[in-house]
Structure formats: C-alpha cells, structure tokens
C-alpha cells in the first residue's frame, strides 16, 4: 500500500481500544501489552488476588506471538498457595471453576464495576483506611476525584450502600471486600471484557485509582494488573535473542495519510468526509473506495453485523487475503487464497513477554490449488503498481532470505545478553526450538518499584510523572463520555434501562477456539448446542420463558435476531445471557435475516466506548430471549459460496 502511495491506516485494536486510550495519561503507558510483576513474585507475597473480570483459562492461549503455555502452571499454584482468591465476574467463568472452592465468586450486575469500586474506594476512606501518603508521593489529582468520591462535587457520596444498588453486591459485601484488601498485600488482576464497554476507559482508570488508594503499587505481590490473562503474562521475561521483524514502510513510500480507530471503520465508510473526535483531536473520516483486509475476521469481531453488512456495499472494491470461506471473504469482491501456516517457512518466539523459545517453522506441505504465501503476492502485485516494485517490496531477497535476516538480528540482541545463537543454516537444519536462558533479576521484577521508591528519579510518562487521578488534559477536552477522572456512568444499555423481558448480553472469549479461528471444524462437536453457538443463562430465566437445558431459543434485539443452544446453569448472573463471540455468521435472508450459527456481534450495539479512545464497546447489548419453534433451517455458515 505505502508502494501504490498510501493509504487509511488504523488506530488501536479490538481488544483494548479504550485501555490503550486512557493508560497512557493515567500511569504513561498501555499497561495491556505490558510485562506483569513476576509470577514468582506474586505466589511467594500476594495474600489476595483478585481476577477483575478476567478468564485466564480461556484467553491465555491469544498472544502477538506463540503462547509459552506457562500460564496454567502458575495460576494451578495459585490454586494451591492458600491465598484468598476472588473472582468478580456476572459469568463464573471456567477459571473459577478451575479454582473451584478456593476461589469466591461475586457476581455484579453486568458492567457495574466502577460503580463496585467506588463503593470499596468509599470504604476506604471512610474508615480511613486510604494511603495518604503514597497518595500524595505518588499521584496526582485526588483531591479532585475525592470531591466526586464524597458527593461534595455533586451531592451523592459513593458509599457502599449507594453502589450496591447499582450493582446488586450487598454493601456488606463491599465494605469486607475493602477491608480485606487494606488489610493485606492485594494484586488486582483485571481482563479486558470490562473495558469493551461504553464509558470502558472509566473500568481500568478506576482500578488503578483503586490499587492507588489502598497505596500498594509498587510493591512486592500488590497493585494491579492488566495482562496476566494474556500471552502469559507474568511469565518472566528471559535473556533472549529476540526476532526482527519486516517493518510497515519502505524508503520512498508513503505511509498511511491517515489513520482511523479500528473499531470506527463502519462509521468512516458510512459517513466519508464527517467529523469526529479521538483522543484530543478533531478529526474527518477518510473516503474509503478501496478496503483491502488481510489477516482479520472483521465480520465476527465487528459489532452489529447488519449495520456493518450495509457499510460493506459503500466502497468500490473489497480485497481480502483469507486462507478459509469466512463471512468477511464471502463478502469480499476479489479473495486472494493465503496460505496457510503449514504451507509457509516463517519463525516465531513463544511468549510475548518471555520470550522463552525461538521456534522454527518449516513448511510441512506445497500450498494448495491457488494458494500463496502473502509475501509473494504482495511482492507480484508491488511490481504491477510500478516497474520495480517486487524488487522494491523484497529488498532483493527471498522468503528465507528474510528468515535467515530475521534470525541474524536476533543473533546481534542476543550478543548483548550473552546469548549466542548457532548459525542460520544450522538452526534451520535442526529444526527444533531454542530455549533462551532465564533470568533471575527478571524473576523478582516488580512494576512501578522504582517509580515507587523514587517519584522524582524514576517518574512515569504521564504529564505529571505520576499516577495520574485526575488528569487535566482530559478534563480540558470537554468530553462529558470521558471526565477528567473516573466516574460512573450509565451505559446506553444496561440491566437499569432493560425493558420488560430483555438480559443483558455478555459476548466473552470462547473457551474452545481462538476467536473465530476452527470454527468451522470438527472441535465444534466439543460445545455446540443444538448445532448452535451455545447461549448460557440462569435458571430463573430459563424457566420463566420455558426453555430447557438443549433448547434452541431464539435471541433477538432491533438489530438483529440469532438461533442458539440453552445452557443453563447457575453459574451466570440473572438477567445476564452470555454468548461467546466468533462464531461465523450465517444469516438465513429467507427468515427475516436470523442467523442460524449464533453469532452474537448481530446482537451487539457499534458504538465507541467513548471519544477519548473509540474503543470496541461490545459488550453493551440487551436482547430478549424465547424458545425457538419457528421451521428448522440447516447450517451453511461454513459452506462455499456456489460456483458461478
């Protein structure tokens, strides 16, 4: 694309749209792509650990890289340290059930959390048991927040009591949760779910303010984390010769003119030209003609799946680079057949933050009927955008020749670490993986522990340097969806404004696939329902709509409707059906558009989280939910297009 003379780029991600936001100003960096305080660490000093909306069960297997797979070892430990462990989640998730009876389950109404947290925080100070000093050493703008804390900003003091009628946790439960983290070392382990909500900048903001107040940042087995559920993080980080890379530009190219926050891209193509507003700037969408997707699965990650099924008509063409018929190539004008990891030569490391092994990964079989690797096709289609431009996109060099350059610059960052790699052929000979040396400093790393023992010589990257609980950068943009310190504020929709009948629609991380990654395969006999995307749900919800455990039901809202398997189970919050995203669209046209496979995103409202991060907001849905009766459709959502 920089080739061709540039193009629309993207901001963010859908994972952490609005953590990546807000982070930044709060303690100078995203924090969810961040190395943790070590596990070593935490098992030999924690006495409390709190997963804060996180599923590390399900969701360590996603990484940037390979998984190192050490995650379950350290958390099955947990399991057995005698810690107190929580987990604060609508849904008693599989790690919960993986702790079992050594792991309490607190079930909030479905994206109360910053309401739940200022309820503790108030408990805090009232029983004065907030850290002042590391309060005044450490942070910036609690006065202000305090204000809004006490009610003295707006006349309603954010006490147990008022919390627990937002979020259905009694107030006595809220002030021993805040009296059981003053009272020992607290290590507040929060997922991302939470914050792909709207107002979703406000959930880690507030945790932070949180582990802020009870003033145990810094410290051995304390304060908070925001990626121990993901890539293993915590994992310690080892002496590695850590792998290059090919970079987004080349020399004489042009960049991205532009760039639009990932989760906005149904409004850029709805709206070309209109304004909008990120992160302190005020911004126009792009006229996007030409939409070319490789490597993603937009049309089940991307919320209200007819709204963005319309957008998807505007450009004049659709490019996708897909290896399978998912529902973004089966709406694309032309589909480039990728290869598949197995038809390839590529390297990796495992564990974006150990990076414990180089791995090789040697082509097993030739690519099939017209399938080709992404670097040769950029390459070929380089040269017919201009004479030259395979040399151009290539540099001279062929797909192993990268690898081999790829290799020998980790060879020279290992040099710097005492690690010494053999030869590239060597390596590639053997063909198995190289386990980097640990380090012991890395093992008893503590975040934040030199900013905390010394603000002034070790200061953050925020404007202040420090923690920042007030930040009058944000303040001063005027944006009444993101304030210039957490607040609680009432979604769009929530269990507070449902109308009769409608639960609100929790879309988590499935527990048998990546993604949508294998849907379409055999591994679907492992959780579907019915032939379905399984719908979990309470009892007392279940039997009020006369549906039993295996029923198909149907779920549906003035976005969309979808068929799903019952689940029920008292392990969900009532009032809250939990749906796992993923699962490949299959609208039935002949059936008033029902999709047939379950996918949730047509359920789901495209909205930002607010205009600091545009963030996903997808879990921000309400739905209603029946017995299904209607005629029996069959499956195609994993079907071929038909032939021409």
Not at 55 to 76: C, H, M, R, V
Not at 150 to 175: F, N, P, Q, Y
Not at 328 to 340: G, N, S
């Amino acid at each position: 694309m920089a080739l061709a003379g540039g193009y629309t780029g993207h901001l963010g991600d859908y994972s952490t749209g609005a953590a990546q936001a807000i982070m930044p100003y709060v303690v100078g960096g995203n924090e969810v792509y961040q190395q943790q305080t070590s596990w070593p660490v935490v098992l030999e000093h924690s006495d409390v650990v709190v997963l804060w909306s996180a599923n590390p069960l399900n969701t360590l297997k996603i990484a940037w890289n390979a998984s190192d797979e050490q995650g379950i070892a350290y958390f099955a430990a947990l399991r057995n340290s005698g810690k107190r462990l929580i987990c604060i989640d609508p849904m008693r998730s599989e790690s919960a059930a993986f702790f079992g009876d050594k792991m309490e389950w607190i079930a909030p109404h479905m994206g109360t959390d910053v309401a739940l947290m200022l309820g503790i925080a108030h408990t805090l100070v009232k029983n004065g048991w907030h850290d002042d000093a590391f309060l005044a050493r450490c942070t910036t703008g609690y006065e202000t927040f305090a204000d809004y804390l006490l009610g003295v900003s707006d006349g309603v003091a954010k006490t147990a009591e008022w919390a627990a009628d937002i979020c259905g946790v009694s107030a006595a439960k809220i002030h021993e949760l805040a009296e059981l983290f003053h009272k020992n070392t607290t290590m507040l382990m929060s997922g991302w779910g939470m914050q792909r909500q709207q107002f979703g900048e406000q959930k880690h903001w507030m945790l932070v303010t949180l582990a802020a107040m009870l003033g145990q940042i810094g410290t051995p087995g304390g304060g908070f984390g925001l990626s121990y559920h993901f890539a293993n993080g915590g994992n310690p980080t080892r002496r590695a010769a850590v792998l290059a890379s090919m970079q987004g530009s080349l020399p004489g190219g042009t960049d991205a003119v532009d760039k639009i926050p990932v989760a906005r891209i149904v409004e850029a193509l709805e709206n070309p030209g209109a304004p909008y507003q990120h992160n302190g700037m005020n911004r126009h969408f792009p006229d996007i003609r030409f939409v070319w997707w490789a490597g993603g699965a937009n049309f089940t990650h991307h919320q209200d799946t007819n709204r963005l099924i319309r957008a998807w008509q505007k450009p004049e063409l659709v490019v996708i680079s897909e290896c399978f018929w998912t529902a973004a190539a089966k709406h694309a004008d032309i589909v480039l057949p990728a290869t598949t990891s197995y038809e390839r030569n590529d390297l990796t490391m495992t564990g974006d933050y150990s990076n414990q092994h180089l791995v090789p990964m040697k082509q097993v079989v030739p690519p099939r009927d017209e399938a080709r690797n992404d670097f040769d096709v950029f390459a070929e289609l380089s040269e017919r955008w201009e004479t030259g431009g395979h040399a151009r996109f290539t540099e001279g060099k062929s797909e192993l020749e990268w690898l081999e350059t790829f290799y020998n610059i980790a060879g020279q960052r290992g040099a710097s670490q005492q690690v010494t790699l053999p030869p590239f052929a060597q390596f590639w000979e053997a063909n198995d993986l190289i386990e980097m040396p640990e380090n012991a400093a890395n093992a008893q790393f503590i975040r934040f522990a030199d900013f905390r023992r010394d603000p002034d010589a070790h200061p953050l990257k925020t404007d202040s340097g420090k923690i920042e609980i007030y930040s009058r950068r944000i303040a001063d943009y005027g944006y009444a969806d993101c304030p210039g310190h957490p607040m609680w504020l009432e979604p769009d929709e929530w269990h507070g404004n449902a109308e009769p009948g409608q639960l609100q629609v929790l879309s988590a991380h499935p527990a048998h696939r990546l993604h949508s990654q294998l849907n379409y395969s055999q591994l679907r006999e492992q959780y579907a329902v019915a032939g379905r995307e399984p719908i979990t749900l309470h009892p007392q919800d279940a039997q009020t709509r006369g549906i039993a455990d295996g029923d198909t039901v149907r779920v549906w809202n003035h976005r969309g409707q979808i068929l799903a398997g019952a689940v029920v189970t008292e392990g969900i919050r009532p009032g809250v059906i939990c749906i796992h995203e993923g699962a490949w669209p299959d609208l039935e046209v002949s059936a008033g558009g029902i999709c047939k496979n379950g996918a949730v995103n047509v359920l789901t409202k495209d909205l930002p989280s607010s205009r600091l991060g545009n963030g996903c907001a997808g879990n921000t849905a309400l739905a209603w939910i029946e017995k299904y009766t209607g005629p029996s459709l069959t499956l195609t959502a994993f079907n071929p297009p038909a032939s021409p």
